[in-house]
C-alpha cells in the first residue's frame, strides 16, 4: 500500500471515523465490568485487566475461564494465546505509523483489533497517526471507565445471570469470530475447535479443553498444505486476519 | 491469590506480544507460515470459546438460555448489526427466555 502518495484526506473525517469506532467498542467494556465482577473478580482485579491487559477478548476469555475453576495458569495461556494476534498487528502499524522508537512502549498498549483496523483503513501517513491516537484514546478511556461502571453495576443488579449478562461473553467472541470466517479453512478449523472444546470438556481440567482446540489452527495448515501438493506456504493471502 | 497470578502473567503476556510486533524487524516473524497460523489462531480459540460458554455448565453440556441468546446474536450478525447490538441481542433475549422459565 502507497502509504504517502494517496489522496489526502481531512483530519476531521479521520476523527469521526475513528470515534465512531472508539466510542461504540468503548462502551462495550461495560460487558466486560459485569461479566468480569459475575465470575467473581473483585472490583480491583477487574480494572486492572482493563486497564493493563487491554485486549477485550483475552480478557473475556481469562475471567470466564477462572469462573470455570480453571487454574491461573491454563486461564493465562487461553488469553496469552489469543492476544498474540496483536503482535502481527504491530508489525504491520509499525511500518505504517513510523512510530519513535521511545514512544513505541506507550504505543504499544493501543495495538488491538480496532485501532488496527482504523489505522488500515486510511490514505496517509497523517491520517493514519491520527485514525491510531483517537481510536486508541477514546477506546482506552471509555473502556475503562465502562469496566468500572459495569463492576459497580453488577454488584447494584445482583444475579447477573437473571438479566442474561453471561451470554455477553460469547456474544462478544461470536462478533469477533464472523468476520475471520471468510474461507473453508476458517471455517473448517472453526468447527473442528468446537468439537475439540466441547467433546474435552467433561473429560479434561476446565481450561485445558480450549488450549487442545487451538491445535485445530495447525492441523488446518498441515491438511492444507497436504492437499494442495505443496507447502502450506503458499495458502491464499486474503483470509489472513486483518 | 491465584486470580492475581492469572492476571499478572495476562499483563506480562499480553503486553510483552504487543511491544514485540512494534520492535521485532518485519523480516523475522512475517514468514508465511507464521501469518497463516498467527490469523487461524484467534478463528480456533474464539470457536472453542463461544462454544464452551454457550454451552458448558462446569464440566457439563447443557442446553440452556444462552443458546437462544447467542442465536440472536448470529441473527444480529447476518443483518451487519453493529458490535454493540449483537451483544445487546444476545443480553436480552437470554434474560427474556429465561424469564419465561427457559
Sequence with gaps: ?242 | MNTWIAIGLTVLGCYAVKLAGLLVPAHVVERPLVRRLAALLPVALLAALTAQQTFAQGHALVLDARAAGLGAAAVALVLRAPFLVVVAAAVVVTAGVRALGG
Design chain 1, 1 to 242: 500500500m502507497d502509504i504517502t502518495g494517496g489522496a489526502a484526506k481531512p483530519d476531521a473525517a479521520v476523527v469521526r471515523d475513528a470515534l465512531g469506532v472508539g466510542v461504540a467498542v468503548g462502551l462495550s467494556g461495560f460487558a466486560f465490568g459485569v461479566t468480569s465482577a459475575g465470575s467473581g473478580l473483585g472490583l480491583l482485579q477487574t480494572c486492572a485487566l482493563s486497564l493493563l491487559v487491554f485486549t477485550g477478548a483475552s480478557q473475556f476469555a481469562l475471567v470466564g475461564a477462572l469462573a470455570a475453576g480453571g487454574n491461573p495458569y491454563t486461564a493465562a495461556a487461553g488469553a496469552f494465546f489469543l492476544g498474540v494476534r496483536n503482535a502481527f498487528y504491530g508489525l504491520r502499524l509499525s511500518q505504517l505509523l513510523a512510530v519513535p522508537r521511545a514512544v513505541r512502549p506507550l504505543a504499544a498498549q493501543w495495538v488491538i483489533d480496532e485501532t488496527t483496523a482504523v489505522t488500515l483503513a486510511q490514505p496517509t501517513r497523517r491520517a493514519a497517526r491520527i485514525g491510531f491516537t483517537v481510536t486508541g484514546l477514546t477506546l482506552y478511556v471509555l473502556w475503562n471507565l465502562t469496566t468500572l461502571l459495569g463492576a459497580l453495576g453488577a454488584r447494584a443488579i445482583g444475579d447477573t445471570r437473571a438479566w442474561g449478562l453471561d451470554a455477553a461473553g460469547p456474544a462478544v467472541f461470536l462478533a469477533l469470530l464472523a468476520p475471520m470466517l471468510t474461507t473453508a479453512t476458517e471455517r473448517a478449523v472453526a468447527g473442528l475447535a468446537v468439537l475439540l472444546g466441547l467433546g474435552l470438556l467433561p473429560v479434561l481440567p476446565a481450561g485445558v479443553p480450549v488450549l487442545v482446540a487451538a491445535l485445530a489452527a495447525p492441523l488446518a495448515l498441515v491438511v492444507s498444505g497436504r492437499r494442495a501438493g505443496r507447502g502450506p506456504q503458499d495458502a491464499p493471502e486474503e483470509a489472513e486476519a486483518r
